[in-house]
């Protein structure tokens, strides 16, 4: 049978039989269907009622369950209950995934579909002279993808070392009749800082760009971080106390002889608030990492958006270039002042045919709408996830499951049918203090859950250091990462030393692999695959009654 099923079956439609009050021994018939419908064999269950002194989680009225059956209900309510935990983390996990390959893909294309329209402009508007350094672009945009898959290297450096070395090949290439040394170039270059031969472009996209990249990585880390939280969260065991309180809830009133009576909702309520008391504490800071995300998602909208900074580089570029190729004379004179004349030993060429080739420069393409659509599709998704760990054992006592509060007098409490008295605990471990069903020791927090807590910590954080277009390096995983074919690797990070913001090198978190299934790319909007928050917090009971 489908375990799915099998953690409400206890629960299904069956004749209903209240305590035996009479002093004569039932039948055991239902329970021996039921118990066989398990998977368990029949041989030394009762045909009828037993004195159950020998119970240890059931109360120990007359039964029909002995203390072997009492062990195998009690290891089968936890393994349910953790599947169905999985169930809904693995539905959670999977929202989260389809978004982050969705954003990594059209990020990738965004970057590539740039690269490519330089390739394919530039060879017919400055012919030898982008072809002889057509390496130069090639090794940039590779320097910009490992930047944004987490490569350990500083992105402003990245650009200011391809400006320096655009700027002695368009010098040597219009001056080709000299012969210039490594001393002049660097001579030469520093004369940049005062003549501007490319203009503003330089300095405003290392603003742009920086930010649009700081912000992309980050954004599509935090994907990845929360749903490898996720997935190591869900697969916490249960404790015995847990395991015990499951039983009680779930399989006891079959032992009891009321195999139909639902539990009370707030016994169930407080039953699941206690067995998942630790993943209830993942909320402050679940929530900070969502709304930490959600602040980086506004930088990709507006006139300087990730969409238009990406897709113009190539325009930008060119751009800089037709300016320092439009003043070369100009620039040339000034560092031939300042550097000296060098000797002559290259090759004349004809200006005019030059400029004849570089034709003019690449009209810049207008950036369409989909990252804006994207983002507001995970953003939406998002901010249905951010009560999820609260929410959790709540979904876990729908209707389906726990009785209907116009039967509250009716009800299963743990002990008898009968109205349950205590109030519902609140969420988290701290909370479970006076938990009546659930023994828990609230000052030894799970170490997982807790180490998971601190992952999200340091997420929010550089999350925070992105939003304010503060750089963090990442450490270097492109290894681990190879074929992966998208995606910042989940890796830990230095913060820089002038940053006050970000978190000591102490906080550094473990290594995340990239999810297993962004093997491919997603096309088209998150919202096509993504599940709706209900599933999200009612998947548990949903797919119980699924067949």
């Known amino acids: 049978m489908d375990l799915r099923l099998s953690f409400f079956f206890c629960f299904l439609a069956t004749p209903i039989v209240g305590e035996n009050t009479s002093g004569k021994a039932r039948s055991c018939s239902d329970v021996r269907q039921f118990y066989s419908g398990k998977g368990f064999h029949l041989v030394g269950v009762p045909q009828t009622e037993i004195s159950g002194e020998h119970l240890r989680i059931c109360p120990q009225g007359y039964t029909c369950c ?32 389809t978004q982050y390959k969705s954003f990594d893909g059209y990020f990738l294309d965004l970057l590539n579909q740039s690269e490519r329209s330089l ?26 993808r490992r930047y944004y898959r987490g490569s350990n290297i500083n992105l402003e450096e990245v650009l200011n070392e391809f400006w320096v070395r655009l700027l002695e090949r368009l010098f040597k290439a ?5 012969v210039f040394g490594d001393e002049y170039l660097e001579c030469a270059v520093k004369q940049t800082e005062t003549l501007r031969p490319f203009g503003d472009v330089p300095r405003e996209l290392k603003l742009k760009a920086t930010r649009a990249f700081i912000a992309a ?40 002889g009321m195999p139909s009576v639902k539990p009370c909702i707030n016994y169930c309520r407080n039953v699941m608030k206690g067995c998942l008391a630790n993943q209830a504490d993942l909320d ?38 037709v300016n320092m190729l439009d003043n070369s004379a100009h620039f040339t004179s000034k560092v031939f002042q300042a550097c000296g004349t060098p000797r002559v030993g290259g090759t004349q060429v004809s ?21 804006e659509k994207l983002v507001s599709d995970v953003t939406g998704k998002l901010r249905e996830m951010q009560q999820y760990w609260v929410q959790l054992p709540n979904a876990l006592c729908t209707d389906k499951v726990s009785a209907a509060p116009a039967s509250e007098d009716k009800c299963w409490n743990g002990m008898s049918r009968a109205s349950y008295l205590p109030e519902v605990m609140g969420d988290g471990l701290a909370s479970q203090i006076n938990n009546p069903e659930v023994e828990i020791d609230i000052t030894k927090p799970d170490m997982t859950i807790r180490q998971q807590i601190m992952q999200l910590k340091i997420m929010t954080n550089r999350l925070r250091n992105a939003f304010n277009g503060n750089d963090v390096d990442f450490q270097d ?40 299934e962004n093997k491919k790319v997603v096309k088209g909007t998150a919202s096509q695959a993504l599940p709706h928050s209900t599933l999200l917090l009612l998947s548990l009971a949903v797919v119980l009654f699924r067949r």
């Open 174 to 178: 219009q001056n080709p009749q000299y």
């Open 351 to 371: 200006g005019s045919e030059d400029k004849k080739k570089r034709g003019k420069s690449p009209v810049d393409e207008k950036a369409g709408l989909g990252l």
């Open 66 to 97: 002995t203390s072997e059956m009492e062990e195998s209900l009690s290891t089968l309510s936890r393994r349910e209950f953790e599947g169905l935990v999985k169930e809904a983390g693995h539905s959670l996990q999977l929202s989260l995934t």
């Open 119 to 144: 390739q394919d402009s530039f060879p017919a508007v400055y012919g030898e002279l982008y072809t002889q350094n057509a390496r130069l672009f090639k090794d940039l945009y590779a320097e910009l």
């Open 477 to 516: 995983t492109s290894d681990d990462v190879s074929g992966s074919g998208s995606g910042a690797c989940v890796e830990e990070l230095c913060p820089r030393s002038t940053d006050r913001n970000t978190i000591p090198n102490t906080d550094q978190p473990i290594q995340y692999a990239i999810p297993a």
């Open 217 to 256: 990585r980050s954004f599509v880390q935090g994907l990845g971080v929360s749903s490898e939280v996720v997935r190591k969260v869900s697969q916490v065991p249960l404790s015995p106390e847990c395991t015990r309180a499951l039983m009680k809830l779930m399989y006891c009133p079959h032992c009891r």
């Open 284 to 321: 402050t800071e679940w929530r900070n990492l969502i709304e930490s995300m959600l602040q980086v998602a506004d930088r990709f909208n507006g006139p300087s958006s990730v969409e238009v900074v990406i897709g113009s580089i190539h325009t930008r570029i060119s751009e800089a270039m």
